[in-house]
């Protein structure tokens, strides 16, 4: 996102209930008020939820930066629909691999943690309430996209973030290649907290000690099941 006029929000088309991410344009004015500024994927989704009559929108895109697709002056009129109170950070985009760690981690902080493979606008809480409005869902499924591109698979990460929330310390484990000097990506990366890391590979207690603080990396650790390996604390 390299225009600075560009903020994340969630739209609503007037007329009906569909929530749309997008960016809202601070700069582009013209008669029919808001344009928003749609992923492609979102725009597919339109087609998908409102039928045929989204491609007449889709035809009269405009490509910006190459991902993104605006809509100005076709006779459309949108609200902006906020997130509720203190779930504003589910508008942010999520651009690496620390962000995503964090996203997570904050998610079951707010108590809005979810299994990652269901529909966000069909999370139910314990007493069968819906978890997020239309218009959270509606961010909170970009997140999940998110997720999976950076992460891979981020169920790992969300188990340990259970585990963090009650206190515990947790751990990005990255393999290294055999001189130590970068990171195997191959071998994929794991997250731990001491006791879990202790169990999957004991020799990690002949390792550097694992008391440091988060944002932090320690030492390199050796195991015989994956070979050189390095810690960085996140939580």
Same mark, same amino acid.
């Given at each position: ?6 903020? #994340? ?24 008020? *808001? ?8 725009? $597919? ?11 007449? @929108? ?10 993104? !697709? ?9 609200? !902006? %629909?906020?997130?509720? $109170?203190?779930?504003?950070?589910? *508008? ?11 996203? !997570? ?14 529909? &966000?606008?069909? !999370?139910?809480? #314990? ?11 509606? &961010? ?6 998110? @997720? ?9 990460? $969300?188990?340990?973030?259970?585990? /963090?929330?009650?206190? /515990? ?19 994929? %990366? ?6 879990? @890391? ?11 000690? @694992? ?25």
């Amino acid at each position: 996102m390299t225009n600075p006029n560009l903020t #994340p929000a969630v739209f609503q088309l007037d007329g009906s209930d569909a929530c749309y991410y997008g960016l809202h344009d601070s700069k582009q004015t013209h008669s029919m008020g *808001l344009c928003p500024v749609f992923a492609r994927e979102e725009v $597919a989704r339109m087609n998908e939820v409102q039928g045929d009559t989204w491609d007449a @929108l889709k035809e009269a895109g405009i490509a910006i930066d190459g991902l993104l !697709i605006g809509f100005a002056d076709l006779g459309w009129t949108w609200s !902006i %629909v906020p997130m509720g $109170a203190g779930r504003e950070f589910l *508008l942010q985009p999520l651009l690496d691999r620390e962000q995503t760690e964090q996203f !997570i981690l904050r998610l079951e902080r707010a108590g809005l943690s979810f299994h990652f493979d269901d529909p &966000a606008d069909e !999370i139910e809480g #314990p007493g069968g309430e819906r978890v997020f409005t239309d218009a959270e869902a509606a &961010a909170v499924r970009v997140r999940v996209n998110e @997720l999976f591109a950076l992460m891979g698979d981020p169920h790992g990460m $969300a188990i340990v973030a259970l585990e /963090a929330a009650g206190g /515990a310390a947790v751990y990005r484990l990255e393999p290294l290649t055999p001189d130590g000097a970068d990171v195997d990506h191959d071998k994929g %990366v794991e997250y731990h907290t001491r006791e879990s @890391l202790f169990e999957a590979y004991p020799e990690a207690k002949n390792g550097p000690e @694992l008391d440091f603080t988060v944002g932090e990396s320690v030492g390199n650790y050796r195991s015989a099941a994956i070979g050189l390996f390095h810690l960085t604390r996140i939580a």
